[in-house]
């Protein structure tokens, strides 16, 4: 029966974004048999004056699948000084991305973080039927004006 396993969990840095690759879903099968291998990773920008509404401070997030799942959701938080300044939730069907951004009602100066959750829905086949992966943004110091 095809199973759901944790093969590692990987944080990779690059100058703006933190991408962690969390859970593998591997069915299992004989040794000839060829494996399918569905990685879902969760890239989490770094918080900015948003581009989109003056004023703000915005932050993105987005779940990738190798291949095209059930279902996903995905929570999208903003922290300006370790307290919860903003967040929305996404969910969509069929497909391997989902992306979505939090954003707060006015820029406060600050040092604001970006959280992340995701819950995506394995195939059917599977086991256990959902992973979660998470991340999270570096810390940026912003001004407004």
Known sequence: MPRLRLISCVRAFVPTVAIVTGLFVVPAGTAS?????????????NPHNSHHVTGTVNVTAVVDCNMAVPAMSLAVELYRDGILDGGEPFTATNTN????????????????????????????????????VEGTSKTADITCG
């Not at 040092?111 to 394995?122: N, T």
Request: glycine residues 8%.
């Open 97 to 132: 991305k989902l992306k979505g951004n939090a954003a707060n009602a006015v820029c406060v100066a600050g040092s604001y973080r970006g959280v992340a959750a995701a819950v995506v829905q394995a195939p059917p086949g599977f086991t256990p039927p959902r992973l979660t």
């Open 33 to 45: 048999a060829a494996e399918t291998v569905i990685t879902c990773s969760i890239r989490v920008d």
